[in-house]
């Protein structure tokens, strides 16, 4: 047993991990900084239950008064939708400082991946991962999302990335680090929103046993790394191209207009790709994290399968 003296797990995670059942981790930035209160701590609770009608047991992380949780209890799901971007987003280099000062905060897809591997838990659903962003070149700006990928064992489901992100240099970045991608039958990379990015994947795999069996022979070749479970949004709430494109394109000039950078970027651009999108990009985007938590616990019940 590792030391984990920063971890809580809550009674039904800790029990169905010592059993060898299937868990699903969540993420809580999506929570507080991807989507509007109060349809962002709704669907947070909805996706927990999509979770447990599916098999599995859903373990939602965060940091409470600077204790890493694996599995909220209803009240903190809301407080973080409450609080919304007054919580602060917790990524790998902000987990220390948060610890320290005993704070509470959201966690990203990266930080998110830390407590779900120190807790055991090998499967992870979300809406969509950071990237690499367009103007990186110059700006850097890579989520730490594509590195926690790289050296952390967790298998994150997702509908791709949002276009916000520069998709194809993302996907050149995951390869350099050696991060399998697989489409969940489909042979290219979703693009949030929408279904096809164009960009090309090297595998597409029909059903969660064969997810499964590539998690499984990641780790028995030894490999630390995680990898991503890119599962297309629903043909029947996929948005039109031109609507998300011209929200996109509006949303990066106001975000170059007032200076945004840093970790301010990502929710900046969410809350604007929302607003101007309005109701149909948050129907989608409710829709689309449903999905992947119904993947993600098929795939967590089908490597508990293989694994026991
Ligand atoms: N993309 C989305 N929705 C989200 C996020 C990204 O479509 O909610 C959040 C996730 O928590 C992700 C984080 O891990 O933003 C990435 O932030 P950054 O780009 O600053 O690494
Ligand atoms: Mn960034």
Not at 211 to 223: E, I, N, T, Y
Request: glycine share 10%; with cysteine.
């Amino acid at each position: 047993m590792p030391n984990r003296p920063l971890l809580d797990t809550t009674p039904e995670v800790a029990n169905a991990l010592a059993r060898g059942r299937a868990v699903v981790a969540l993420e809580s930035t999506i929570i507080s900084h991807g989507m509007p209160w109060p349809q962002n701590a709704e669907t947070a609770l909805r996706v927990e239950a999509e979770v447990r009608a599916h098999g599995a047991v859903p373990a939602t992380i965060a940091i409470i008064d600077g204790r890493l949780k694996a599995g909220l209890s209803t009240a903190q799901i809301e407080r973080l939708g409450q609080e919304g971007p007054a919580v602060a987003k917790v990524s790998r280099r902000d987990m220390a400082l948060l610890v320290a000062r005993q704070g509470t905060g959201a966690t990203t897809v990266a930080a998110t991946m830390i407590v779900a591997a120190m807790a055991g838990i090998r499967v992870f659903a979300t809406g969509g991962i950071g990237g690499v962003h367009r103007g990186a070149e110059t700006s850097f700006d890579i989520s730490a999302d594509l590195q926690e990928l790289a050296r952390t064992p967790v298998a994150v489901v997702c509908a791709g990335a949002k276009s916000i992100l520069d998709l194809r240099l993302t996907l050149e970045y995951l390869e350099t680090h050696g991060v399998p991608v697989l489409g969940y039958r489909t042979p290219r990379l979703p693009a949030f929103f929408t279904q096809d990015s164009g960009l090309d994947l090297d595998a597409r795999l029909d059903d969660a046993d064969s997810l499964a069996r590539v998690m499984k022979a990641q780790w028995d070749l030894g490999f630390s790394g995680g990898m991503v479970i890119a599962n297309p949004i629903p043909a029947e709430y996929s948005l039109p191209l031109d609507t998300v494109n011209r929200a996109i394109d509006q949303a990066l000039a106001e975000a170059k207009a007032q200076g945004c950078t840093g970790k301010s970027v990502t929710p900046f651009l969410l809350a604007r790709v929302n607003a101007l999108t309005g109701g149909d990009s948050l129907a989608g985007n409710i829709q689309l994290v449903l999905n992947n938590a119904r993947l993600a616990a098929e795939v967590a019940v089908a490597y508990a399968a293989l694994a026991g």
